[in-house]
């Protein structure tokens, strides 16, 4: 499998506190996204990192990737009641392949 | 902004019948996918389509699933003969491009198989 665990499987905090979600894969890879999906809904995206780069910024987001560890993580700061959703990491391997393979997901659950 | 849209957004069939979703993906994509997410758990990858054709499939995309693209804008799958485990959301997604692209969802079909 492409795709490893996503870790926590489950975050529960207060409305503005952080919130860090972990991701790993087993492949190399042209880049990892990010997707947001809230309950019933379609998955939304939300960043990409390129497979060469070891930090994006985009509003209230911060993402990582170390490749040699194979790892990726997904900041949200000054969380709110709003971004209470599942957040799901994706990779796009190198290897001939052209479909995304997502990760288990975390369910972020930010308390008012 | 464009968007894909998908219907039915809840389609309830027997076992053993045949059904159809429906998706139009945005205009100037040119990459199509059908995931499937079964309740709470991981998506999951079935089909890629690209230049009218499919470019990889998964184990779970047997010879009761099959694809089409029938007139420029559309683009279906179709299960042939509906199995209890089919039930799922089905998510049809497009991309501009291949890899370094995002992918653009549909809201999902609940597909329930009875």
């Known amino acids: 499998s492409q795709q490893g665990e996503e870790d926590p499987q489950a975050l529960s905090i207060q409305e503005g506190e952080n919130a860090t979600m972990n991701c790993s894969y087993k492949?190399?890879?042209?880049?990892l996204q990010w997707y947001r999906q809230n309950s019933g809904r379609g998955l939304v995206h939300l960043i990409l990192i390129r497979s060469n780069e070891r930090e994006k910024h985009s509003g209230r987001l911060r993402v990582t990737l170390d490749t040699s560890k194979k790892s990726s993580s997904l900041l949200i700061t000054a969380s709110r009641a709003a971004d209470t959703a599942s957040y799901f990491c994706a990779t796009d391997a190198i290897q001939g392949a052209q479909k995304l393979v997502f990760g288990q997901g975390t369910r972020l659950t930010i308390n008012p | 902004e464009p968007e894909v849209t998908q219907t039915p957004s809840h389609q309830v069939t027997q076992m053993g019948q045949e059904v159809i979703l429906r998706c139009v993906p945005i205009s100037n994509h040119l990459y199509f996918y059908w995931y499937r997410q079964i309740l709470g758990q991981k998506v999951e990858f079935l089909v890629s389509f690209y230049n009218n054709e499919i470019s990889e499939k998964s184990e779970i995309f047997d010879d009761q699933f099959s694809v089409e693209r029938p007139d420029g804008s559309n683009f279906t799958l179709k299960i042939r003969s509906t199995k209890l485990e089919d039930s799922a959301m089905y998510f049809c997604?497009?991309?501009?491009?291949?890899?370094?692209?995002?992918?653009?969802f549909g809201n999902g079909t609940r597909l329930t198989v009875t």
């Open positions: 997604a497009s991309r501009w491009t291949g890899p370094n692209s995002p992918l653009h």
């Open positions: 492949t190399s890879i042209n880049n």
